[in-house]
């Protein structure tokens, strides 16, 4: 049985290490990837992370290698041709481990206390092992061998994205950490800034954490606006639509590409220019439903961050995975039978103004999810720089991947615990909405308020732009979005 770590905590301690969390300045990066050069690094698993981590890593001039389980190897698993045919040694356990500088840990988070145990006593004495998730560290309570070191270097965002960045000479936000009783030659956070740099996470920004703050952050975040909220958006606003009888390929089409589209505003100018890209009536319009649903969706959210904080959530979560994964299995079966999904979008031209003009409640959806998220972070001691990532910063890299192929593929490339989250949400979330989706027609989701009169009330609108710009996450968004300008700027 498995211990949770955080929970073994004095609160005192808790708290701490919650609120550890500072944005880490460029000249901190001055030593490159040095600390990990003429270093052998092998990657365990080659899937979304450790396939596109990888890649960067090589880019940057390090010695990279591929580590997979026996049976991966001798079936030529898609792990194994994504390491073969990208150029990459693929061995054993028993072949690489023994000879790695530094072990990257790039399995799925369900599978770590199985690898972890198998391929600790082939490590090397004084080693490092490495995780882009601190689940099995916290939530799990694995125990590493006192000479090693372990060190997290997290990107936040999905693997294919960490190479679409770099390719273009950039990086995605990274939080980095050491895990303070596996650092015996103190070398841990050097180790960790390189691989940064080596991902080229510190081109986006990178905050020095601590595992428990990353995985109490990264769960919360993952199923609740990230992921959770854009499934159960995508279903409710489809179905409506259908109802109320728009064709089914422009809805499908609508939300599909809406997600993104909508979602690329939030990128450049936060929840304020989103808002902005609607005329003044559907500005206010969406600002209203965007109130009613963080009122009726608040206790939820409480609901979500209050178990992933006392492990309810993982307990819960690993119970599944004891019953071979039957509710994610499940949930999964039922989301490719929603219509949505099977649902093809339609040849039809949407322009790129129209998905806001047609799409207001999901705009109202977006800013509903995304303060609520960041507001329940930061009330249960996530950093706002922290929580800021976890919900606006990567909401339009997770529409990315609906817009390549629906849902299916947002759950695909997520991580295991994401796409578990996101059902778990998605189950508790379309239930609640459901009353408040009974009135909702057309004008907001589907044909756009059709207005001859485009005028407001002075008052209303100066009070709504007010609310919509005092709000802490426009705060924060403004000061990291303009590190990331910076930033572009140097390379
Ligand atoms: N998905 C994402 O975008 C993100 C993931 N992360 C973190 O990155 C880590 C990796 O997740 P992700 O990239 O999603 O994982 P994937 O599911 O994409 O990849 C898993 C890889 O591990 C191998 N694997 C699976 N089971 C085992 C096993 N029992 N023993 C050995 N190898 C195994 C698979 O190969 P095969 O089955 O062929 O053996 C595959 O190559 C997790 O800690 C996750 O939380 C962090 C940020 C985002
Ligand atoms: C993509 C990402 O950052 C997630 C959502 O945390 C994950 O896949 O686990
Ligand atoms: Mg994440
Ligand atoms: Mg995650």
């Not at 990107?155 to 960490?162: A, F, N, R, W, Y």
């Not at 989706?437 to 008052?459: F, H, P, S």
Request: proline letters at 3%; glycine letters at 8%.
């Amino acid at each position: 049985m498995s211990n949770n770590y955080f929970n073994t905590l004095p609160l005192r301690e808790q708290l701490e290490q919650l609120g550890k969390c500072r944005f880490m300045s460029m000249d901190e990066f001055s030593d490159g990837v040095e600390a990990l050069k003429g270093k052998k690094i092998v990657v365990i698993g080659c899937g979304a992370q450790g396939l596109n981590q990888g890649l960067n890593l090589r880019d940057s001039g390090l010695d990279v290698s591929y580590t997979l389980r026996a049976e991966a190897i001798a079936e030529k698993r898609q792990s194994w041709k994504n390491a073969t045919e990208n150029g990459f040694v693929v061995g054993t356990y028993e072949e690489l481990i023994p000879t790695a500088d530094v072990v990257l840990n790039l399995t799925p988070d369900k599978q770590h206390t199985p690898v972890v145990n198998a391929v600790m006593p082939l490590m090397k004495e004084g080693a490092c092992l490495s995780y882009s998730h601190g689940f099995n560290i916290v939530e799990e309570g694995m125990k590493i061998r006192e000479d090693l070191t372990v060190i997290m270097v997290a990107p936040k965002c999905p693997g294919s994205e960490v190479r679409a960045e770099y390719v273009r000479g950039f990086g995605v936000p990274t939080l980095i950490a050491v895990h303070e009783d596996n650092d015996p030659q103190g070398e841990g956070l050097a180790l960790a800034k390189a691989y940064a740099v080596g991902t080229g996470g510190h081109k986006a920004g990178v905050l020095m954490s601590s595992f428990i703050a990353e995985v109490k952050s990264d769960l919360m975040g993952e199923q609740t606006i990230l992921c959770g909220m854009l499934q159960t958006g995508s279903l409710l606003c489809f179905d409506k639509m259908v109802a109320e009888g728009i064709d089914a390929g422009y809805a499908s089409k609508l939300i599909q590409y809406g997600w993104e589209t909508i979602t690329e505003a939030l990128k450049y100018g936060g929840v304020t220019n989103m808002l902005d890209r609607l005329s003044n009536p559907a500005k206010i319009k969406a600002f209203d439903l965007a109130e009613e649903m963080k009122q009726i969706m608040r206790p939820l959210y409480n609901k979500h961050q209050d178990d992933i904080i006392d492990g309810t959530f993982s307990r819960t979560m690993m119970e599944d995975w004891a019953n071979d994964d039957k509710n994610l299995l499940g949930w999964r079966a039922e989301t490719a039978e929603t219509a949505f999904e099977k649902t093809p979008a339609g040849d039809v031209e949407i322009s790129e103004q129209e998905y806001f003009d047609n799409g207001i409640l999901m705009v109202a959806m977006v800013k509903a999810g995304v303060e609520l998220a960041f507001e329940t972070m930061t009330a249960a001691g996530i950093i706002p720089d922290s929580a800021y990532y976890e919900s606006l910063h990567e909401t339009p890299l997770i529409a990315n991947t609906i817009a390549r192929k629906k849902l299916y593929e947002m759950n695909a490339t997520i991580s295991d615990t994401a796409e578990y989250g996101c059902y778990l949400y998605n189950h508790a979330c379309l239930p609640l909405l459901a009353d408040f989706m009974k009135d909702i027609k057309t004008d907001v989701i589907g044909k756009g308020l059709e207005l001859d009169d485009t005028g407001v009330d002075n008052a209303r609108l100066i009070e709504v732009n007010a609310a919509l710009r005092s709000h802490p996450v426009e705060a924060i968004g403004a000061v990291l979005r303009g590190h990331m300008a910076d930033m572009k700027k140097i390379v």
